[in-house]
Nanobody
Framework: QVQLVESGGGLVQPGGSLRLSCAASGIMFSIAAMTWYRQAPGKQREVVAVITSGGSTNYADFAKGRFTISRDNAKNTVYLQMNSLQPEDTAVYSC?????????????WGQGTQVTVSS
């Protein structure tokens, strides 16, 4: 059974930090590109950061310098360290796993975790 389970969200004050985790099971995690997305109320979902199977990373402009994506293939887990959080970072954060195997595209989503930045 495929599962992507996010955790680590919550309420944090402006300037604070959170570390999100996305634990995967039932997928070929080591070959998957892992992406963190977020969706704020009334807005479209947007990419936050991506890490390839080889460990290369890329970030949305708003995340550069504040957020860090990492992965632990031994634990089948991807992380998102978020620092200097601001109210505009408030959103549901979700992880996605994607890979191609045998000419078939695999694409999986977690249920999301709420991040609220407020004083």
């Amino acid at each position: 059974q495929v599962q992507l389970v996010e955790s680590g969200g919550g309420l944090v004050q402006p300037g604070g930090s959170l570390r999100l985790s996305c634990a995967a099971s039932g997928i070929m995690f080591s070959i998957a590109a892992m992406t963190w997305y977020r969706q704020a109320p009334g807005k479209q979902r947007e990419v936050v950061a991506v890490i390839t199977s080889g460990g290369s990373t890329n970030y949305a402009d708003f995340a550069k310098g504040r957020f860090t994506i990492s992965r632990d293939n031994a634990k089948n887990t991807v992380y998102l360290q978020m620092n200097s959080l601001q109210p505009e970072d408030t959103a549901v954060y979700s992880c996605n796993a994607g890979y191609i195997l045998g000419f078939k595209v695999y694409d999986y989503w977690g249920q999301g975790t709420q991040v609220t930045v407020s004083s």
